[in-house]
């Protein structure tokens, strides 16, 4: 069992560093860093589309993360703050309304850009999931996705009682996915392969672990119909990643010097 700890924030001055802040900017960083690596590797070729739509995919991320977080798992907040509660989008994020909020984003951003975003997946896969692996061991830092009383080895003693910890939970996933992803990166995949494969291999055990989540807890999350907002959630990416991964089976593997002999073709 994992001893409870708490992380002391580091002073910077009049500011205040904590482990959570800390590493979630980590993962944009090493996110988006390797996302363009991989862009510029095996395909598309060019890592622009993914360096100019990174910093938007955080705005919408942080924007779509708080407005479930709000409405989806504590609309008690709407009611007793008002509606200027919506606006302090840095007083609670919801992971999957993160995601939500990303994926709105980037869609948006791409089709403002006139760029095509199937050839950008792959590359985007192979950065999201270390990258978010790492932001949710913030979230095991900061214990905030408490589960329920247990005695699993991988538990943390927290006073009170042993609970699952979910961000630690997560980042597990998170790191594994991201090893087979790499693992499968090593051939060529066709467009939007990988990210068929995340999308599947991270919302189908979210959806199960989600029924760890503590509901004996002040401020417990919030259900609908018996299920939370990041179960609902995991249905639309299981339907995502089965669409790509039906697509990619009528598409040849690419690779960079595949995709700029079409590209000149076309041009031709």
């Known amino acids: ?3 409870y700890f708490e992380v002391p924030p580091l002073s910077l001055g009049p500011l205040e560093l ?18 363009a690596k991989a862009a510029r590797t095996i395909g598309p070729g060019d890592d622009l589309p993914i360096v100019e739509a990174a910093p938007w995919m955080v705005v919408g ?3 779509g993360g708080h407005l479930v977080h709000v409405l989806g798992y504590h609309p008690e907040i709407l009611a007793t703050e008002g509606w200027t ?19 709105i984003t980037i869609v948006l951003f791409f089709r403002w850009k006139r760029w095509r975003l199937i050839p950008s997946l792959n590359a985007l896969a192979l950065g999201i999931a270390p990258g978010w692996g ?4 913030g979230c095991f830092a900061a214990h905030d996705h408490k589960g329920t009383l247990t005695d699993f080895p991988l538990a943390v003693a927290f006073p009170g009682g042993a609970r699952h910890d979910l961000g ?26 990988l990210m068929g494969v995340l999308a599947i291999a991270y919302a189908v055990p979210r ?40 697509r990619s089976r009528n598409l040849p593997a690419m690779t960079v010097e595949r995709r700029a002999e079409q590209e000149s073709a076309a041009a031709a």
């Open 61 to 63: 991320g942080v924007i």
């Open 18 to 35: 904590h482990a959570f802040g800390a590493l979630a900017a980590l993962g944009i960083y090493v996110g988006a860093r390797l996302a």
């Open 85 to 103: 509660s919506l606006l302090k989008v840095w007083d609670g994020l919801s992971s999957m309304g993160g995601v939500l909020g990303g994926l």
């Open 134 to 137: 790492i932001a949710r061991l």
């Open 207 to 246: 959806f199960f672990m989600d029924f760890l989540r503590a509901t004996d807890l002040p401020f417990s999350d919030g259900r609908i119909a018996g299920l939370t907002p990041a179960q609902y959630t995991a249905f639309l990416l299981v339907g995502i990643g089965t669409w790509l991964l039906v």
């Open 1 to 3: 069992m994992i001893p």
């Open 168 to 193: 630690l939970y997560e980042a597990v996933l998170l790191f594994a996915i991201a090893g087979v992803l790499w693992l499968l990166a090593r051939k060529p995949r066709p467009e939007g392969f």
